[in-house]
């Protein structure tokens, strides 16, 4: 059961804009074989009823011609003469009994027509059928000429009806395939239609999720969208209202934990110039103290810039930066030494950065990678048409697939981060990087090493730079 489940989970959906489109197809479709079907019928009972009609008419005319040109004294051979004087209908044959002898076309015989209708005819009723007469449709009329022991009878050829009901078929199948495709287009435009206040909501829902959250529905002088237009700025002021809120009241505990950290940070520090004066444990307790109170300091500084993102107060001072030069000073500002740094821009390239955040960007993955990576192992710059992307590689055991996204999240170690070093630090630092790329317009991943050596590979990208010192200097 759980297999079916599953693999009916794995099909593919077909999208509502399909489904309303396949749905007028397919009620364009039904419309036009109903209405072909109807016409058929009609078409051929009123084409058959019209040819029957006719030859009717003609072989009664025909038979009484015939019996007033006949008298007693009219042999065989001279049925042939006035048998040409007679009306022929187009497809048409005509057969004479006159006494014991048969008038008869070259194609047919006697025994070609139905034997129920030569009896009723030799019984000296008239009568009129279908039937196959020298393998086609024809009908066939007899009437009796008692006067003069005689018969006349009348076949014409339904053939020509078929073709005319052949040729309507064709049209009226390319008329249902013109209709089907018209329903589908119809259903298109409908479906765009219909469906175009649904994607301003997924736009105002991908705004509001970029940190827009200001964005508001447009009310469209409509009962039922309007209803909508109203729920979903009631949701979006509300979730505004309390990210706002928690934002305001993660500030201001900040805010208020500043004073009390900066008392304790000049009373470690005094204790810190009198180390000498206290024993071994007492030095042993005030380095833990210390480790502690620079630790929470960071956390109150990435907690009131983590406010400042979630109230939209965040902003970017953007310059220019030659990035070669800047990650050498940040692995200084690191006190990372030896780490190869893979440029094949020669120290040419320059992009537009905010140079603060994009020093808290690589000292956090740098920082990053030595506390839970086993070091950083070297940092690449690359760069084609419309992005710059920086590389930074670790020796670690790498991040597993499963965890790739949730170590961007706030307050997440993953969770290996146990079992990888003491100081796993608040769980922010990579969140911070995460919002600090998004600030830039950029985006951040991690993917595994393309060496194939162990560690994981955290790829900054940001949008290409608009001019560089020298554009030759590519690698």
């Known amino acids: 059961m759980t297999d079916a489940l599953q693999h009916r989970d794995d099909r593919p959906a077909v999208g509502l804009r399909a489904r309303i489109s ?23 009972g009123q084409l058959v009823e019209n040819r029957e009609e006719s030859a009717a008419v003609i072989a009664v005319s025909n038979a009484v011609r015939l019996n007033n040109q006949l008298t007693p004294d009219t042999t065989f051979e001279d049925l042939p003469t006035i048998i040409d004087s007679l009306t022929s209908l187009e497809g048409s ?4 009994r006159l006494r014991e002898e048969w008038l008869l076309p070259p194609e047919l015989g006697r025994g070609d027509l139905p034997g129920v209708l030569a009896a009723q005819v030799e019984a000296g009723e008239p009568g009129q059928l279908r039937a196959i007469v020298g393998g086609r449709p024809q009908v066939v009329i007899g009437l009796p000429l008692p006067a003069f022991d005689a018969a006349y009878f009348e076949i014409v050829d339904l053939e020509g009806v078929n073709d005319t009901l052949g040729s309507i078929r064709i049209i009226l199948l390319s008329t249902g395939a013109a209709t089907t495709l018209l329903g589908a287009a119809i259903g298109a435009w409908a479906s765009r239609r219909a469906l175009r206040p649904l994607r301003r909501v997924r736009s105002a829902a991908e705004a509001i999720a970029g940190g827009r959250l200001d964005t508001r529905l447009e009310r469209q002088a409509d009962p039922d ?24 009241f993660a500030s201001e505990v900040s805010h208020e934990l500043r004073s009390p950290l900066m008392t304790l940070t000049t009373s470690v520090g005094v204790l810190e110039a009198r180390r000498d004066q206290f024993s071994e444990r007492s030095r042993t307790a005030l380095d833990l103290l210390s480790q502690d109170l620079a630790r929470f300091s960071r956390l109150v500084e990435d907690l009131l810039e983590i406010s400042r993102f979630d109230a939209g107060a965040a902003s970017l001072e953007v310059t220019d930066l030659n990035l070669a030069d800047f990650i050498d000073a940040t692995l200084r500002a690191t006190h990372l030494v030896g780490v190869p740094v893979v440029d ?9 950065a905010d140079k603060r955040r994009m020093a808290r960007v690589m000292s956090n993955l740098f920082v990053n990678a030595t506390r839970h990576g086993g070091g950083v192992a070297g940092v690449v710059i690359e760069a084609d048409a419309g992005t710059v992307r920086i590389a930074v590689e670790d020796d670690g055991p790498g991040v597993p697939a499963n965890e ?72």
């Open 22 to 44: 396949l749905l007028f197809a397919f009620g364009a479709l039904v419309v036009s074989v109903v209405l072909a079907g109807v016409t058929l019928v009609f078409a051929r």
């Open 93 to 96: 044959q005509s057969l004479v």
């Open 225 to 248: 969208l309007d209803a909508l237009a109203d729920s979903f700025n009631g949701m979006a002021a509300a979730l505004e209202a309390r990210i706002r809120r928690d934002a305001r």
């Open 344 to 352: 094949p821009f020669h120290g040419r390239l320059v992009i537009e």
């Open 404 to 475: 790739r996204n949730q170590v961007f999240d706030r307050f997440s170690r993953g969770a290996s981060a146990g079992r990888r070093g003491g100081d796993s630090g608040a769980g922010l630092g990579l969140s911070l990087v995460w919002e600090d790329v998004r600030l830039h317009g950029g985006r951040v991943w991690i993917e595994d090493r393309p060496s194939g050596a162990p560690g994981a590979r955290f790829v900054v990208e940001l949008p290409q730079p608009e001019s560089m010192d020298d554009e030759e200097g590519r690698g």
